[in-house]
């Protein structure tokens, strides 16, 4: 009959580390979207060999959609990530910063996308040519903020819209200044390791 867990929005689950269990973190995944034919689309540029990966530049961005999962743990904050990196030879140092507007709302007809909120990431260059790098941060607080979605509404099926952009190019080179690449942007969340019992509201009773 398989293991049996009880039902209810927060009344546990799988955990690991039997001296300190937590629950394990897991990933929602997102593909990077250009807008096509806008001024501001982000272009596939040659990155390495036959390869090609989203070079930032300016304005440019991208655009980015999570679905909320079924084993989110309910009241956990979330963490959103871009991984990246430069094809340079010659980067002696600097920063780049990311930067994501987001908003979300709430599934099966319980909410409206709220006003977007805007975070921004800085994070040190490798001097290493491809290097691959992961710039991270807090991405929902309890109540919400100007820079965090509210963790207290992010709910099963809920939708996570971003929009990713290069906020400052802080390279720093013996030569040009080359424009990183956005190779994939993910969302840490912690998972009860067990789905819901109904696939709408209410998910647990």
Sequence with gaps: TGVNFPKGKNVGGITVDNTTP????HDMIGNIHPAAGDVNEVTFETYRGGLRSYQFSGAKEGFVDFHMPHDYLPGSPIYIHVHWSHNS????GGSVTWAFELMYAKGHDQGAFDAPVTIAIVQSAST???QHMIAETIASSTGGSPTTLDTDLLEVDGIIQARLYLDSNDLTSSGAIPDPFAHFVDIHYQSTGIGTKNKSPDFWT
Excluded: E, H, L, R
């Design 22 to 25: 937590t629950y394990p973190w």
């Design 89 to 92: 030879a010659i980067v002696t």
């Design 128 to 130: 290493t040519q491809y």
